[in-house]
């Protein structure tokens, strides 16, 4: 089965420092992986996605990620965090990305908070 | 990106009657739709996978009787909380899938009070 751990539920950066944000994966096939955020009572906004090809993806928003086979990590980064950018992040796995839409297994979230 | 709206965006009922939620894809056809649920700062926890014009298919735990969903058409499923209780209050998000890639697009969500 497949699983999603991001290991930090809360974390404060300052505006204008480097973000990153950790998530490792568990699934037995080639995963693809995603980040979406939610900002509070809204859907989800795909930031960024990893089907295969160049392990550094480039997302909206400045966002980027890594991913790290060896380590089953997608780890999401930002440069430099803006005050707008505070939300809740989501990692996700799913079983397919062709064709079918895919089934999207979750992470706990991590929820971003930025001080001025 | 591709448009997906649920509505009503927040609902408040009384417990055992029973409300419908609606999923719309506005500029594209949905082949697949997916149902969450997600409490409270926590995690989405996919509730059912419906493709048009077949049986949604449940995760494991979820009662199929006590949510029912119905994916009709290409652009739209709804979900509707049959007697609802109190501990079925919770923000309610739907997903939708048919585009090339593979790519979901998230509604607005829907929060649902039971009182």
């Known amino acids: 089965a497949q699983s999603v751990t991001q290991p930090d539920i809360h974390i404060t950066v300052s505006e204008g420092a480097s973000l990153e944000l950790r998530c490792n994966y568990s699934?037995?096939?080639?995963?693809?992986l995603f980040w979406y955020v939610q900002s509070p009572g809204q859907g989800l906004q795909l930031l960024l996605k990893?089907?295969?090809?160049?392990?550094l993806v480039q997302g909206i928003k400045g966002f980027e990620a890594e991913f790290k086979r060896s380590q089953s990590s997608f780890n999401l980064r930002k440069p430099s965090v803006h005050w707008s950018d505070a939300a809740e992040y989501f990692c996700?796995?799913?079983?397919?990305?062709?064709?079918?839409?895919?089934?999207?297994?979750f992470g706990t979230g991590t929820r971003l908070q930025v001080t001025l | 990106g591709a448009v997906v709206s649920q509505h009503p965006s927040r609902v408040i009922c009384k417990s055992g009657t029973s409300v419908k939620i609606e999923c719309r894809s506005l500029?594209?056809?949905?082949?697949?739709m997916f149902w969450y649920r997600q409490f409270p700062k926590q995690s989405l926890m996919l509730m059912a996978t419906?493709?048009?014009?077949?049986?949604?298919?449940?995760e494991q735990g979820v009662e199929k009787d006590k949510f029912l969903i119905n994916h009709a058409s290409l652009t739209l499923s709804t979900l509707t909380v049959t007697s609802a209780h109190p501990e079925d209050s919770s923000f309610y998000i739907c997903?939708?899938?048919?585009?090339?890639?593979?790519?979901?697009?998230f509604g607005e969500g829907s929060r649902l009070t039971v009182l």
């Open positions: 997903s939708a899938g048919g585009l090339a890639g593979g790519e979901l697009f």
């Open positions: 996700a796995v799913g079983q397919t990305h062709t064709g079918t839409a895919s089934k999207l297994t």
């Open positions: 500029d594209f056809q949905a082949t697949t």
């Open positions: 990893y089907f295969s090809g160049d392990t």
């Open positions: 699934y037995g096939a080639t995963p693809y």
């Open positions: 419906s493709n048009e014009g077949s049986k949604a298919t449940y």
